[in-house]
């Protein structure tokens, strides 16, 4: 019996130790099978749950806890714990979904928005949950995963609206794009909208090659242009036209490579565009184009467009003939200023700024200057280019005065005799009365000689006032062009006003400005303008009144008075209480030959007018009927300050100085008798008078080697020989080129007069000049 115990017992351990090894082996092995499912859940970021019918109870995963925010420790364990992790507004939904379910034995696949209960955030759920069922397919339980599928979501969201996005895109242009594979086969297109495009729907064209589905000519050009990506890579684009529904379309397409997800080129990307409107808009600006050129090319005037900088970019035919230049010489290397004489081109510098700032400023005059040097009289009217709204030129308008000015330069001369007429009385009278007080004291002294020091005091007084009214009267004897130097026009006023009222019974109201700016002028031009105006004011008056001349400074803005630029400038003001002028007449009074005076010739005013525009100011009137009228002139100041402006001061004149010899050229044999008679009276002076300039030059030669000349004084006009002063002193410098010389003359219209330093003199005697005139000039140009 013992032994079967034996054997029973150790029959029992052998399989106790068995089924322990096999027990051992299946823990193993459900180990092994625990840490896989823990890893597929943890790698696909899935996690596990199930739970039966019989009770509230509910195993989750680990990977599930954590995908719900939980701590390891703080499993779920009960079904409605776990259902109130569910968002509150899909857990009903949710509910009625398992149940259906678990009505159906059919597994549920759905979306439920949960909260993380660590973070707080909404996040998105997918579960797949299935029904476990007994041996008999009853339902007995529930089993299922859960994924996080928020990230998902917002990626699937973004690509829906992108999407939205793309598709409402295309729907708002008008190409339209195909995409074509490496075969040249359409294979997809966006944008079906824009039919007008095509003669053929754009379904049409897929899985076609072009040449099935394009017009050959077209189905060409398309093969060499692929064929020319292929090469280089570069993009491509050519145009074509075609009749569409009875209509031409012109339309533009542009080919480039299409490169797939990971950046290869899987075909080309062509895009179709419909620029038919613009290519008629370029068609009829084209046509626009050509008929305003022909139009320019047809005007009597010369037309030129230039930029900002003043770089020349358009000119008409006329512009060519008038200035003699080439279209390539405009275009190439020609500035606006170019076309004026030097002495203008700063100021058409300083018009094209004015101009940018303000594009609306009027006409300009200016001296235009031909290649081959020649000038004429031009007026500019410009207007301005836009491009885009912004100014980017002006468009300029030259209009040929010169003939106009040949006119009123006539007028001027017609002018002047009228005046005269005027004038002649009070000029007469007052000769007279200087003629008679000379040849009474003349008479005295023969009759007494004993009085001759006062009577001759009385005579050189005499000569003074004549010499005074000779110079008044030399502005209508005088050349149109302007002599420019620099003036005080109170002075100029004042000498107008002696002159042309003189025996008026209206009283003369004067408010001159004492520190009145300088300026440049022609001095007896401007006088000749003040008696214009000074005669027309007291001829407006048929009863006593009151005529007020007023000078001031004044500041002017861009084209505040006519077309004048911003500067400082001084202003003129001649104002009468006469008859006026009607509304209608203003605007034409600076016409020539219009005249309201019954035996007037209307030449004054124009006068006046071309006088002030000459010296690039202003006129302005103002009247009314049975008030008066008012003159205003602008001029512009002279441009330096005032400490620059030097005055000169009468030297007192020395009773005698070291020997000076003086060379004197004059045609006239009185004047040359005289200086020698000065010569022989006065000791410290010699003066050698010539009426024949060559003789004087052959003499200056010959005294340089003992005694030579200190100063020459040298008529300008020498009547009966071919040569002038000027040319003789041009003789003598070549001897000598420090020699002083003086300008001597009575009357000239030529410009060496007005402006000697010019041409080389040192210095001016006016005659008739008193000894003591003389002999402060001298002193001057000698520094003595």
């Not at 029973?8 to 092995?29: D, P």
């Not at 954590?66 to 079904?79: F, H, R």
């Not at 379910?101 to 998105?124: C, D, F, M, V």
């Not at 005013?605 to 003159?631: D, Q, W």
């Amino acid at each position: 019996m013992l032994p079967i115990l034996i054997f029973i017992s150790v029959s029992l351990v052998a399989s106790l130790v068995y089924f322990s090894f096999k027990l051992n082996k299946i823990k193993t092995k459900l180990n092994t099978l625990k840490t896989r499912f823990d890893n597929l859940q943890r790698l696909s970021q899935t996690g596990y749950f199930d739970g039966y019918f019989i009770d509230d109870d509910v195993w989750w995963s680990e990977e599930l806890n954590k995908l719900v925010g939980l701590k390891p420790e703080e499993y779920i364990t009960k079904k409605a714990d776990a259902l109130n992790l569910i968002f509150e507004e899909d857990r009903e939904e949710y509910i009625k979904q398992l149940e259906n379910s678990i009505a159906t034995g059919q597994p549920l696949r759905t979306e439920y928005r949960g909260k993380n209960i660590r973070t707080g955030e909404i996040r998105h759920y997918w579960t797949n949950v299935e029904v476990i069922k007994d041996e008999e397919g009853k339902p007995i339980g529930l089993r299922g995963t859960v994924q996080d599928n928020t990230e998902k979501k917002a990626i699937q969201k973004a690509l829906s609206e992108s999407e939205v996005k793309q598709a409402n895109v295309m729907s708002n242009i008008d190409d339209l794009i195909f995409i074509v594979d490496e075969n040249e086969i359409f294979i997809d297109y966006y944008n079906s909208s824009t039919n007008d495009i095509l003669y053929k729907m754009p379904k049409d064209f897929l899985y076609k090659h072009h040449s099935e589905v394009l017009p050959e000519s077209i189905s060409q050009t398309f093969a060499e242009t692929i064929k020319q990506i292929k090469t280089d890579g570069k993009s491509r684009q050519f145009d074509y036209s075609m009749d569409i529904n009875g209509e031409k379309k012109w339309n533009n397409v542009k080919v480039s490579i299409y490169k797939g997800i990971e950046g290869k080129k899987e075909g080309y990307i062509v895009v179709a565009r419909d620029y038919t409107e613009r290519k008629k808009i370029e068609e009829e600006l084209i046509e626009n184009e050509i008929n305003f050129k022909s139009m320019m090319e047809s005007l009597p005037v010369a037309v030129m467009e230039v930029d900002l900088e003043g770089n020349i970019v358009y000119v008409n035919g006329k512009t060519m003939e008038w200035f003699g230049y080439t279209k390539e010489e405009f275009l190439s290397s020609l500035k606006t200023f170019d076309l004026v004489v030097p002495s203008q081109r700063m100021l058409i510098k300083e018009n094209l700024k004015s101009r940018i700032k303000n594009p609306d400023l009027g006409p300009v005059e200016y001296t235009g200057m031909k290649k081959n040097g020649e000038n004429f009289d031009v007026i500019l009217f410009a207007s301005a280019i836009k491009t885009n709204e912004e100014l980017s030129g002006f468009r300029g308008v030259l209009m040929d005065i010169s003939e106009r000015n040949r006119h009123l330069s006539e007028i001027q001369k017609i002018t002047k005799l009228e005046s005269l007429g005027i004038l002649a009385g009070g000029i007469a009278h007052n000769f007279k009365n200087i003629l008679a007080a000379i040849t009474l004291s003349v008479d005295v002294i023969k009759m007494s000689p004993l009085s001759i020091e006062k009577q001759l005091n009385r005579i050189s007084s005499s000569l003074e006032q004549a010499n005074a009214l000779a110079t008044r009267f030399q502005t209508f004897t005088k050349s149109n062009e302007p002599s420019l130097q620099t003036v005080n026009v109170n002075d100029i006023v004042v000498n107008a006003v002696e002159i042309a009222l003189a025996g008026s019974s209206n009283m003369t109201n004067m408010n001159l400005d004492n520190n009145l700016f300088p300026t440049v002028a022609d001095g007896k031009q401007l006088n000749e303008v003040f008696l214009n105006l000074l005669i027309n004011a007291n001829q407006a008056m048929t009863s006593s009144g009151i005529i007020t001349i007023t000078t001031d400074n004044v500041t002017l803005e861009n084209n505040e008075i006519q077309n004048l630029l911003a500067g400082e400038y001084i202003r003129i003001v001649i104002e009468d209480e006469g008859v006026g002028i009607e509304d209608d007449a203003i605007e034409e009074i600076f016409t020539p030959f219009y005249t309201t005076k019954k035996d007037g010739q209307g030449l004054g005013l124009p006068t006046v007018y071309y006088i002030i525009k000459n010296h690039n100011g202003a006129i302005t009137v103002e009247s009314e009927v049975n008030k008066g009228t008012k003159f205003s002139i602008y001029l512009k100041r002279l441009e330096q300050s005032e400490d620059k402006i030097k005055t000169i001061e009468k030297k007192k004149v020395k009773k005698s100085f070291a020997k000076t010899r003086v060379l004197l050229v004059d045609d006239d044999i009185n004047i040359t008798n005289s200086m020698i008679d000065i010569a022989e009276v006065i000791t410290d002076i010699e003066i050698h008078s010539f009426n024949n300039p060559i003789k004087a030059i052959n003499f200056f030669k010959e005294s340089l080697t003992n005694n030579p000349i200190d100063v020459a004084i040298l008529d300008m006009t020498l009547v009966g020989y071919e040569i002038d002063g000027l040319d003789v002193l041009n003789e003598i410098r070549k001897l000598d080129p420090n020699i002083k010389a003086l300008v001597f003359s009575g009357h000239s219209s030529k410009p060496v007069v007005s402006h000697y330093h010019e041409f080389g003199f040192n210095g001016r005697l006016e005659k008739p000049c008193s000894f003591y005139t003389l002999v402060e000039t001298i002193n001057d140009v000698l520094g003595s």
